[in-house]
């Protein structure tokens, strides 16, 4: 475990709210408390609460960790992102989207809601991810579609295993009341393609959300989507450089739900957040990260990932945006005014410096004139 506190002060949602032995975030969705919590007295804390890794890939295939990286969890909605890009991969983008939108809603990620069109907003929640889950190769049967999910997932994971608990997958289908109301609506709306099932889709979707991973198979994933959809350990190309730019944009905009405004704001970069503490952050052309903390706000997210993201953007200044600043003396942001001053200054000095070359090379050649005028006086 990491000893450092990264906590910004906000550690309630997760844990405010319990009842028979589970927990509920302010949206109503409720998650089942390990064993190990439920035998412990209310008031504490569960044991694995303040477990803790990061692991990092770049796109050259440098690796680094700390913490728990060894501790397998589910991916949970962290396996939106892929939904949506094995979907485009089979059936391209412009199908994909006659199904799911591309706007943020600004609401929660189970909320039960769909867009003027009666389509899903767009697939980072629960409601796209459905719909995407019934996009990706729906001619196989069920079983072979999900051999197929995992072995998309391994590609981009440089061939590294992805694990399954059917524990997870039990708990959340016993506990799924939203999403079956997600898809009853949808089925009312007229929001799936003819034929399809609804209960197979989300089937689909929860089987992905049950998928165990740790922190330094998301970070190698990440780096995937980071490197133009190829693998940085195998050099294998897993998604076309179209999808992956489309699955960026989508996790920049809509990402982290009802949080991705602030996030865009504070962090700036693609990323997608998971209620069991799951967080992947992507760096384009740069690195992935993947940060495993399972204390989560009432947003469903990361308390120590966000926070351990804003730090590392603070040092860095990794994001798309932050070109548009530039380090002054002792690593402070200069103003647009204080910039506009030091390239003046540097462009005088330039000058400055044009105009005395100029007159060192007019002495030189006077000097070189009067050496020649002295010679020829001497041959005379």
Known sequence: MVDEDLSDGDDDGYYSKKRNGKVTTENGDERRVRSEATRSHATSKPPWEDEFAVSICSVDGQMFSLGD?????????????????????????????????????????????????????????????????????????????????????????????????QDTYLDEFESSWRNFAIIHYMKASNS???????????????????????????????????????????????????????????????????????????VGLPAKGAISGLLIVVIPNLLGIAIYSPRVDQKGNSIRGIELSKRIMRKYRLGPFDQLLHKGIGGKVTTAGEMNRKLMTNNNNNNNNNNNNNNNNNNNNNNNNNKSHNNHKGER
């Not at 989207?97 to 009666?118: C, F, M, P, R």
């Not at 019934?134 to 001619?139: I, N």
């Not at 294998?236 to 992956?244: D, F």
Request: hydrophobic share 40%.
């Open 69 to 165: 990286t060894d501790r397998f969890f589910s991916i949970q909605s962290c396996i939106a992102p892929f939904l949506y890009a094995f979907a485009c991969e089979n059936r391209g983008i412009k199908e994909v989207h006659k199904w799911v939108g591309t706007e943020a809603s600004g609401l929660s990620y189970n909320q039960i809601s769909l867009n003027n069109h009666d389509m899903p907003h767009n697939p980072m929640i629960n409601a796209g991810a459905i719909q995407c889950a019934g996009l990706f190769k729906p001619q196989l049967p069920a079983a072979s579609r999900f051999r197929d999910l995992i072995h998309e997932l391994e590609n981009l994971a440089g061939g590294q295993k992805i694990g399954f608990s």
């Open 192 to 266: 799936f393609p003819v034929g399809t099932n609804s209960e197979d889709c989300l089937d689909m979707f929860l089987q992905g959300c049950s998928l165990e991973v740790n922190t330094q198979i998301m970070s190698i994933i990440s780096a995937s989507l980071a490197n133009k959809g190829v693998c940085p350990i195998t050099n294998l190309q897993c998604l076309s450089p179209w999808v992956v730019k489309n699955t960026l944009s989508l996790m920049f905009n809509c990402g982290m739900s009802d949080y991705s405004g602030e996030w865009s704001v504070e």
